[in-house]
């Protein structure tokens, strides 16, 4: 027997709560760090997923791209898509490894080399703004659980 929605009989009771469920929680951290990042960022007109490419090629140098998208827990079409972005800014350098064609090898350019120092030293202070909420002990454990949340077991 089909009951229109207004017949349906009432859902029972439910502890269930969204705002007390994992997605909804880091979802809205989310949100409120993207802001701080932003804010700290300005004009430099960065994502996040580029600022980490950017401070992870000042540290390697010149590195793979599959490697880079390893470091930075981005996929191979993610990270190929944030390389291209970056060297249309002229940021980043592209080239084919002369020991595997399949390969590319990604480095900084001088501008990118100037904006990813800039982007080492803002970086304590975004993650300082965004955790500002916390103690230090708090600060520590989650970023230790999220550190172990995200590595995936």
Known sequence: ???SPAEAPEAAPSD???DRQIGFLLRRAHQYASEVFQAKIGARN???QQFSVLVTLLEQREIAQTKLGDLVAMDPATVLGVVQRLAQRGLV???TDPADGRRRLVQL???GHELARE???IGPEISNETLAGLSEKEQRELLRLLDRLGRKG
């Open 93 to 95: 350098a592209v080239r």
């Open 16 to 18: 269930y709560r969204l």
């Open 46 to 48: 960065l994502t996040p």
């Open 109 to 111: 350019t001088h501008d």
């Open 1 to 3: 027997m089909n009951r």
């Open 119 to 121: 982007l080492v030293a």
